[in-house]
């Protein structure tokens, strides 16, 4: 699923990894278990996620700084039995890269950046982000 390890000591990447559910999971349980993958620490730093509308499962970044995270790209832990794939980023590098890149492409293809995305936002009950945190 991963590239190979590189040498020891290697620098870090960010990793996008795409996982589908077999037939008879729940959308809960897909949820569940995705949620478990990205809490694995062992597996690197965790730098976004998300689950899939309609087929059950969901995308993972996650920033892999050693070997060993590297080796954990292809064990699916609590995702067994599930497609999944594992792909190098670019220009992510790191959990910072990774965001850098977000900004740029909002602003490079999408003419707009996050700050004025969020002004000019709606008050959608959905937008859980923009829920207080008291």
């Known amino acids: ?19 589908l559910a077999p037939a008879g999971v729940s959308a809960r349980q897909a949820n569940d278990l995705l949620n478990a993958y990205v809490a694995d620490a062992r597996r690197g730093l965790p730098v976004w996620h998300d689950h899939f509308v309609g087929t059950h499962g969901g995308a993972v970044v996650l920033e892999v700084r050693t070997d060993e995270e590297r080796s954990l790209l292809d064990d699916p832990g609590p995702l067994l039995g ?9 220009f992510s590098l790191s959990a910072v890269g990774f965001a850098a890149q977000t900004s740029f492409t909002l602003e490079r293809y999408g003419g707009a950046s996050l700050d004025a995305l969020a002004a000019a936002e709606s008050d ?6 923009r829920r207080s945190s008291a």
Do not use: I
């Open 124 to 129: 959608d009950p959905r937008f859980w982000w």
């Open 1 to 19: 699923m991963a590239e190979p390890a590189s040498a020891p000591g290697s620098s870090s990447r960010c990793f996008l990894v795409h996982a």
């Open 82 to 90: 599930w497609q999944l794939s594992a792909h190098p980023l670019t």
